[in-house]
């Protein structure tokens, strides 16, 4: 079934694994996540030229995926040690992870990125937040039928 229609939000999975390809683990409790795609420039002045030259760099990408603090979730927890021992993990995108049709649930993207920091904030009410930031180790791989966004 192609996805033709907007994708609600809540479908949205992030899970990680310690190998590509690897046993992932659903990162719970998350209700917010972003990319940023941005580009370095390089510019070079020239003594005969009016205009500068500019050359495009590689590609920086980086994730913020915050939501709620669950202290014993398992990929919360895989998180949070990859961080403090500032280890690569392979966290798998699937911004239809849960829709009822199977093979919509395989359609995203693998990235292996490190936690490059964690977030935590608590008040009188309301539940305690938690978030964490990747920063890219190499290209995106695209999953069986996916994409990258």
Not at 42 to 62: I, L, Y
Not at 73 to 101: H, N, W
Not at 131 to 146: A, N, R
Request: aromatic share 10%; net charge negative.
């Amino acid at each position: 079934m192609a996805i033709l229609t907007p994708v609600a939000g809540k479908l949205f999975r992030v899970s990680a694994a310690t190998t590509v390809g690897g046993s992932y683990t659903v990162v719970k409790g998350m209700n917010a996540s972003e990319k940023t795609t941005n580009r370095t420039t390089e510019t070079t002045d020239t003594f005969d030229a009016t205009n500068a030259f500019t050359d495009t760099g590689s590609r920086e990408k980086t994730y913020a995926i915050n939501g709620l603090l669950i202290p014993d979730d398992p990929g919360q927890i895989m998180v949070r040690d990859a961080e403090r021992v500032d280890t690569v993990l392979f966290f798998k995108f699937l911004p239809v992870g849960g829709s009822a049709y199977a093979t919509e649930n395989v359609r995203g993207f693998t990235h292996a990125c490190k936690a490059g920091s964690t977030r935590w904030g608590a008040q009188t009410s309301g539940a305690q937040t938690w978030g964490f930031d990747l920063v890219s180790q190499g290209d995106e791989v695209i999953t069986t039928g996916g994409y990258i966004i």
